[in-house]
């Protein structure tokens, strides 16, 4: 059974930094990708942040240059430094792996979710 532990969410003032973390257990393997998506109220799930074992990064554009996502593979976790954080960043973050990175639903696995909110 996968499960997910995911911490680091809360409230933080614009301009301020969090750091999620993501750990996944029940996969005997290395997990091919590892990341994170968020969901606002009223709005799809996007995509912010993937990283997989050959160190293929994405990145939406709206984070880049202030989001960074790593991982320990010994570990099966994965983390997401968020710097210069904006209002419009609310949402909950959610940890997302794809075992083989081939798109299968059969092979992707979510967790809870964690809130992020960004207010004075």
């Known amino acids: 059974q996968v499960q997910f532990v995911e911490s680091g969410g809360g409230l933080v003032q614009p301009g301020g930094s969090l750091r999620l973390s993501c750990e996944v257990s029940?996969?005997?393997?290395?997990?091919?990708?590892m990341g994170w998506y968020r969901q606002s109220p009223g709005k799809q799930r996007e995509l912010v942040a993937l990283l997989t074992t050959d160190r293929r990064t994405k990145y939406a554009d709206p984070v880049k240059g202030r989001f960074s996502v790593s991982r320990d593979n010994n570990k099966n976790a994965v983390y997401l430094d968020m710097i210069m954080l904006k209002p419009e960043d609310t949402a909950v973050y959610l940890c997302?792996?794809?075992?083989?990175?081939?798109?299968?639903?059969?092979?992707?696995?979510w967790g809870q979710g964690t809130q992020v909110t960004v207010s004075l």
């Open positions: 029940g996969i005997a393997f290395k997990i091919y990708e």
């Open positions: 997302h792996v794809d075992l083989y990175g081939r798109g299968s639903e059969d092979f992707r696995y």
